[in-house]
């Protein structure tokens, strides 16, 4: 269904960032300083550069302000009121927004938080209307029919309601979210016979629905009586999706006898959903900023649903706010059956902004507190390995591969990522029986047989084979500067200097400011009798911040003292 959506996606996507400059995501490492002014300009400019930096709240700030000094300026406006929607502050958009839409009753996103507050009132039928005067084209054929769906629920008027979802009867890849939110407003009208056929039939097979759908499907039994069947579809559903962790929570819930956490969604938290899933939808195909939009919508009307917290979450990490992450995944309570992934994110969050003792110690609590899941294991691994602790990475890529159940069931990812942290740390024996396990599991892996490749090459050994790896790879992968430099690296070896400069000038060309690459290149270039040309690469080298023991060598060559190289002889 998602590839379907696009034709809708694609004009919301060019609304919301109408009104703001292209938004590269950057890590936020750093406290953004932005100029302090009270004149409207360094205000303006502050608030825009804020903007472009995905920084929403500090955009917010300056925009407002800039806006109270220029209050006709109507394109400032507009900014004003976006930046306040992605941070979430939707009370202090709402006087904005209703003079967006007096001035045009087109504006999605005004429309929508003027209802948002018509819907705080109580006032189901202003909402309506509001809705009803949107233009029926684009994004809003998705949301118009979802959005007055719910409303009429708000209204008790389940037959209207109902009607509105008709409208999306003519697009098929509407059909299963139609027939979703059919199904919820039925069992919010209590017609759970009818709510559990248009869910049951939404997606196919309940098994492989949306974990949302399959646990509305779940409460619509257990509110039946049906406590088996709901139990057979949650274990059903665990068995495709092994490491859910929400449906293990749904059967534990029913061995203690407890209701279904939501017998039905009321009318408010109805439009939350819908507003959901169309903010997973737009961040499926990467529409990072309107997603963000629609999930604050759905906040908004649903404060505590953890999943939309989650997606929220995860957006921030796009756009580089990993302080704002850890903030929003950190909300998420420890009983939720969402804890585990939120704690895993804030975990990676915090190994982003260079705190990775406190990563650690997340990921090791939370390898004790689940002996059954190999996830936290894998993550810490990872950020050992990143922090060159290459033993311990190697010890918990063990653990996590026992709780999988040994090398021989695990893919070629995990063996790969174990046997770097074996070479990495010396043992070589375990790293070399690791790659070639993972090349049994993945034979056309081209990370796998550079990294083999490249490591017999520098250890002087199986040359052959390591060519034949190499040139694979580079057929494989041959836009990766990495691996083209392995393959010219080990013509280097041989003593084919001419083919090695040839390599190594394209993985220069893919990979301009790698430091290692550039002293290959130098040391080729060297070789065939072109000095100048090698010491410009030396000091290219020397230029892109390389390794204490890189820096030495090259400053060493630079200054005269080049190797002989003496071509390897191959059997």
Aim: proline share 5%; net charge negative.
């Amino acid at each position: 269904m998602k590839r379907q959506l696009l034709q809708f996606i694609i004009p919301m996507t060019a609304l919301a960032l109408s009104a703001c400059s292209s938004m590269p995501q950057q890590p936020e490492q750093v406290e953004f300083q932005y100029p302090q002014s009270d004149g409207f300009s360094g205000n303006f400019l502050a608030g825009k550069a804020a903007q472009i930096e995905s920084q929403s709240n500090y955009a917010a700030q300056y925009l407002l302000r800039a806006h109270e000094l220029d209050p006709d300026n109507a394109e400032l406006r507009r900014r004003a009121f976006l930046a306040l929607i992605s941070d979430g502050r939707m009370a202090d958009a709402t006087d904005i927004a209703t003079q967006l839409q007096a001035e045009n009753s087109e504006d999605l996103f005004a429309a929508l938080t003027v209802m948002d507050a018509a819907i705080g009132e109580n006032r189901y039928q202003d909402a309506i209307d509001v809705v009803a005067a949107l233009p029926q084209r684009g994004i809003n054929a998705l949301i118009s029919p979802l959005a007055k769906a719910w409303l009429y629920a708000g209204l008790n008027a389940p037959e209207q309601a109902l009607t509105a979802l008709d409208e999306m009867q003519g697009n098929g890849s509407l059909t299963p979210l139609s027939e979703y939110h059919r199904g919820l407003i039925l069992a919010y009208f209590d017609d759970l016979d009818g709510a559990e056929r248009a869910l049951a039939s939404a997606y196919g097979d309940p098994a492989d629905a949306p974990l949302r759908a399959a646990e509305a499907l779940g409460a619509v039994y257990e509110r039946k009586g049906q406590v088996q069947k709901a139990a057979l579809l949650y274990a059903s559903y665990m068995d495709r999706h092994p490491q859910s962790l929400a449906m293990p929570f749904h059967l534990a819930r029913l061995e203690r006898g407890e209701p279904p956490l939501a017998t039905m969604l009321p009318p408010a938290a109805g439009l939350a959903e819908a507003y959901l899933d169309i903010a997973t939808l737009l961040s499926q195909e990467n529409a990072v900023e309107p997603s963000l939009l629609m999930a604050r919508y759905s906040l908004s009307l649903r404060p505590y649903d953890d999943i939309t917290r989650l997606l929220v979450g995860e957006i921030m990490e796009i756009q580089g706010r990993f302080n704002t992450a850890i903030d929003v995944y950190g909300a998420i309570p420890h009983a939720s059956p969402h804890s585990w992934n939120a704690r895993l994110r804030i975990a990676s969050s915090l190994e982003q902004i260079g705190e990775s003792d406190k990563a650690i110690k997340i990921l090791q609590d939370m390898v004790d507190e689940r002996k059954d899941r190999p996830d936290a294991l894998i993550q810490l691994g990872d950020i050992l390995r990143i922090q060159g602790q290459y033993s311990e990475a190697a010890s918990a890529y063990n653990k996590a591969i026992e709780r999988l159940g040994g090398d021989t069931l695990v893919g070629w990812r995990l063996l790969y990522r174990r046997g770097i942290s074996h070479e990495r740390a010396g043992d070589w024996k375990k790293a070399e029986s690791d790659f070639l396990l993972a090349l049994e599991i993945e034979p056309e892996q081209p990370y796998v047989l550079n990294y083999l490749g490249y490591s017999w090459v520098d250890m002087g050994m199986n040359f052959d084979q390591a060519e034949n790896m190499l040139k694979r790879a580079v057929e494989l992968q041959p836009d990766d500067g990495y691996i083209v430099d392995s393959l010219g690296w080990v013509y280097y070896k041989l003593g084919r200097f001419d083919d090695a400069v040839e390599q190594l000038e394209k993985a220069v060309e893919l990979k301009p400011d790698d430091p290692t690459i550039n002293d290959h290149l130098g040391d080729a270039y060297w070789q065939i009798g072109r000095y100048h040309e090698a010491r410009f690469q030396w000091h290219r080298a020397l230029s892109f911040n390389p390794t204490t023991e890189l820096r030495t060598t090259v400053e060493a060559k630079i200054n005269g003292q080049v190797p002989s190289v003496a071509p390897t002889v191959v059997n």
